[in-house]
């Protein structure tokens, strides 16, 4: 079983594949990656004037993106689960639009 203990703790934690291991500041950093993109206000920008152009330029992202990182399988499971959201309780929630920074960050 091999073990990678780099990163910040040295602290590994099994991953998908059960003969590799991630270590727990590898998680933590892609962790505040992945919250520092979506308070990026260039990021959120760019995904309104996408979405704006129609479904084709979407999807034709999501699939570049899908196929660069050989993750087809997953970004399929996962616009599965994201189409069988209701549409009117997600407008509902104002989970349609993407919430103004001081609404990010906690502030009112």
């Not at 590994?12 to 500041?25: A, Q, Y």
């Not at 479904?55 to 599965?80: C, M, N, T």
């Amino acid at each position: 079983m091999k073990r990678n203990t780099t990163g910040h703790s040295g602290l590994t934690i099994p991953n998908d594949e059960s003969d590799n291991w991630t270590s727990l500041g590898d998680v933590a950093k892609k962790v505040v990656e992945k919250v520092a993109l979506r308070r990026d206000a260039r990021f959120r920008h760019l995904t309104e004037n996408l979405h704006a152009l129609g479904s084709r330029p979407v999807g034709e992202l999501i699939s570049e993106i899908a196929e660069a990182h050989g993750v087809q399988a997953d970004v399929l499971a996962r616009l599965e689960k994201y189409t069988r959201l209701d549409s009117e309780t997600v407008a509902a929630l104002g989970a349609d639009t993407w919430p103004g920074l001081s609404e990010i960050e906690g502030r009112e």
